[in-house]
């Protein structure tokens, strides 16, 4: 089972990590500037009559942690959050992976989700998101790590629909060992649960707005990841995958047309 920790809980309104400077795109180096994680939780008031909103859970590295959002309220996961009207549960760490520990050393990604108490919150959806910190890595290694830590959130969620986020490349030309360890990642992901929902940047060739190192997005990249997430979400789960208003017995809103969702 995985053991509670320290909980870093954002209701699409307070923060997790905090940075300055500009982000290093070396796997397992963390951004320069880099401060030490900050964590804060705060619960979700419960409205009279009302069922809790539906719960985002992301694991991840410096992409889930907002590095190159400017804020951390235009970060992917908050944006993803208030696209589908949910609230959204992080713990990420620059740097970290399914190998690596990351720059704050609270990784690897089995110890960033044992930090969230999974089993109790009981999230919607679980997402992890992460991998080019693990280029360079024994692949035999990754995939146990991969296929461990799967095999425990479904354990901690049965009920949860899981997805996994993999390697963000620098740049447009992903070498043969990034394509190697992004393929490796998929493949265990998918042999631990088949029922997982993989979204691939690098097979399905996704070109979004990045800072100056190539490799994390601007404020307006991680928006557009979190509508390609959406989209793939909506997808696949459709109706089982109902927005806030949905939930709790409202008229559903429409937005505009997201980007195509991944095949």
Do not use: C
Not at 86 to 104: F, H, I, K, Q
């Amino acid at each position: 089972m995985l053991i509670l920790g320290a909980l870093i809980l954002i209701s699409v309104a307070g923060t997790a990590v905090a940075y300055s400077g500009s982000p290093s795109s070396a796997p397992g180096v963390a951004p320069a500037g880099w401060q030490r994680p900050v964590v804060r939780a705060r619960a979700e008031p419960q409205q009279p009559g009302r069922r809790s909103r539906p719960l985002l859970a992301v694991v991840g590295a410096s992409v889930s942690a907002g590095v190159g959002a400017g804020n951390l309220q235009h970060a992917w996961p908050q944006d993803l959050a208030r696209m589908l009207h949910w609230r959204v549960l992080v713990s990420a760490d620059p740097g970290a992976g399914y190998v690596n520990p990351g720059a704050g050393h609270r990784g690897p990604f089995s110890r960033l989700a044992s930090r969230l108490d999974l089993g109790r919150l009981d999230p919607r959806l679980i997402l992890i998101q992460g991998g080019h910190d693990d280029i360079g890595q024994p692949l035999p290694l990754i995939s146990d790590r991969v296929e461990s830590l799967v095999t425990a959130i479904r354990r901690e969620a049965p009920h949860a629909r899981l997805a996994v986020l993999s390697v963000f490349a620098r740049g447009n030309r992903p070498s043969s060992e990034t394509l190697a360890t992004d393929r490796t990642i998929l493949a265990a992901a998918r042999h631990a649960d088949p029922t997982i929902l993989a979204f691939d940047p690098l097979a399905r060739h996704w070109k979004f707005p990045r800072i100056g190192d190539h490799l994390h997005p601007s404020a307006a990249g991680h928006q557009w990841i979190a509508k390609r997430l959406a989209a793939g979400l909506r997808e696949r789960f459709g109706d089982g995958l109902s927005t806030a208003r949905e939930f709790e017995g409202a008229p559903s809103r429409s937005s505009a047309a997201p980007p195509a969702a991944p095949r």
